[in-house]
C-alpha cells in the first residue's frame, strides 16, 4: 500500500472514531494543521503565510478530541502541525508522544525559555493573562495582588467560573508551583470562602455579573474585555464590559499569572520542513501582530507590541515561573479543588 493510500485509510477511519468531516489534504508543497483555534482567529495568519510561502494551509477545525484523534490516526497521520490552547494539552501531548523536535532556529531566537519546551517538543504562541475585571463604581483600587483577594474586605464580592476550569487550574497550579502545596490551599480556601455565589459559568459571565451588582471582581481573561466591546452580535456584553476595568495582579511584584495558545509539530508530520516553516512564520513580528490585533492575547515575542486596546489595560509583567512546572502541577491544583469543594462556593 502506497503512502498516499495509507493516509487516506487513516483518514477515513479518522472520520469513524471521532465523527468530525475531513478536508482532502494533499502531501506535497502544503502543510495540514489541526487547530483548536476558530477559524476566525486562524485564517487571517494562514492566508498571509501562504502568500509569503507559497505552502498551502489546510485546517482541520475541531473544538475537541483532537489530541485523540492523532493518537487514534498514529503514524498514519496526515497532521503536521497542531494548534491548540492551554499548558496542559501541549504538555499532555508531549507526554503521549505525539510530538517531534522544532528545529527551526527561530524558537530560540524568539521565544523567552519559560513559554517553550525544554526539549524544543512545543512552543507558546501567545499569551493569555489570568486578571481582575474590578467594578468601575464599586472598587477603587488600582493595584492587587492574588494575595488581596483572601482578606475579609473581599468576602461575598468575588466571582470565577468553575475551579476545575483549564484556566483556573492553571492559575492554582502555578501557585503551587510558586508557593508550595500547603500555602495555596491557604489561599485557595480563603478565595473560596470570598465567593459571591458557587463558581459557574464562564468568564465573560462573571464580567455580566459586575454590571448586575452580585460580585465586585471576577476572575477573568484579558481577552474577553476586547472580545466583549467588539461584539456586534451580541452588542449586550459591550456594556458588561463597560462597567468593568481591569488590574493585572502581582504587577508590580512577582507578575501575573499566564496561559497559552501554542503548538507543536506532529511526530508523523508528512510534511516536516513545511511544518517548521510555519512555526517559524506564526512567530514572526508579522504574525505576533496578527494575533495581538484579532484576539487581543500578548505576543510572546516580547519585541512585539500588544494591539493598542490591549495596552489601554495597563501592562503585562508575567510571572516567570516556567510553563512546564506550572503543567507539573496540575493535577495537584485540580485534586486541591475536589478537595476544597471549591465548586460548591462559600463555606463560611
Not at 79 to 108: H, K, R, S
Not at 135 to 156: C, F, H, M, N, Q
Not at 234 to 253: M, N, T
Amino acid at each position: 500500500m502506497t503512502k498516499t493510500a495509507r493516509l487516506a485509510v487513516a483518514l477515513m477511519s479518522s472520520v469513524v472514531l471521532t465523527g468530525l468531516s475531513v478536508p482532502a489534504f494533499a502531501q506535497s508543497g502544503e502543510v495540514n494543521i489541526y487547530s483548536y483555534r476558530e477559524q476566525s482567529l486562524l485564517q487571517p495568519l494562514l492566508d498571509r503565510f501562504s502568500q509569503e510561502t507559497g505552502i498551502k494551509a489546510n485546517v482541520l477545525y475541531a473544538g475537541d478530541g483532537l489530541l485523540d484523534r492523532v493518537a487514534a490516526e498514529g503514524e498514519l497521520s496526515p497532521a503536521d502541525v497542531v494548534l491548540t490552547v492551554d499548558i496542559g494539552n501541549l504538555v499532555g501531548a508531549e507526554e503521549q508522544g505525539l510530538t517531534q523536535e522544532i528545529t527551526t532556529p527561530v524558537l530560540d531566537e524568539r521565544v523567552p525559555q519559560a513559554f517553550r519546551d525544554d526539549n524544543d517538543n512545543w512552543t507558546a504562541l501567545s499569551l493569555r493573562a489570568r486578571v481582575f475585571y474590578v467594578s468601575r463604581d464599586r472598587v477603587d483600587a488600582t493595584a492587587l495582588s492574588y494575595d488581596d483577594i483572601t482578606k475579609p474586605e473581599w468576602k461575598g464580592r468575588i466571582c470565577t467560573r468553575p475551579g476545575d476550569h483549564a484556566y483556573n487550574i492553571g492559575l492554582i497550579a502555578q501557585r503551587i508551583a510558586e508557593h508550595g502545596l500547603d500555602e495555596t490551599r491557604t489561599w485557595l480556601t480563603a478565595v473560596r470562602d470570598n465567593l459571591a455565589y458557587p463558581p459557574t459559568g464562564g468568564d465573560r459571565e462573571g464580567v455580566k455579573n459586575i454590571l448586575a451588582g452580585t460580585c465586585d471582581l471576577s476572575i477573568t481573561n484579558t481577552y474577553y474585555m476586547g472580545a466583549m466591546l467588539n461584539n456586534e452580535a451580541e452588542p449586550e456584553q459591550k456594556d458588561w464590559a463597560a462597567s468593568a476595568r481591569i488590574i493585572y495582579p502581582d504587577a508590580d511584584g512577582e507578575g501575573t499569572q499566564v496561559n497559552v495558545a501554542g503548538g507543536f509539530i506532529a511526530k508523523h508530520a508528512p510534511n516536516v520542513e513545511n511544518a517548521n516553516a510555519l512555526i517559524a512564520f506564526l512567530l514572526s513580528d508579522e504574525a505576533q501582530s496578527i494575533y495581538a490585533d484579532t484576539n487581543y492575547e500578548f505576543p510572546v515575542v516580547p519585541s512585539v507590541a500588544p494591539a493598542e486596546l490591549t495596552l489601554s489595560w495597563g501592562a503585562l509583567n508575567p510571572v516567570d515561573t516556567p510553563l512546564v512546572d506550572v503543567a507539573a502541577h496540575r493535577a495537584e491544583a485540580a485534586a486541591l479543588v475536589d478537595e476544597l469543594k471549591f465548586n460548591e462556593g462559600a463555606q463560611n
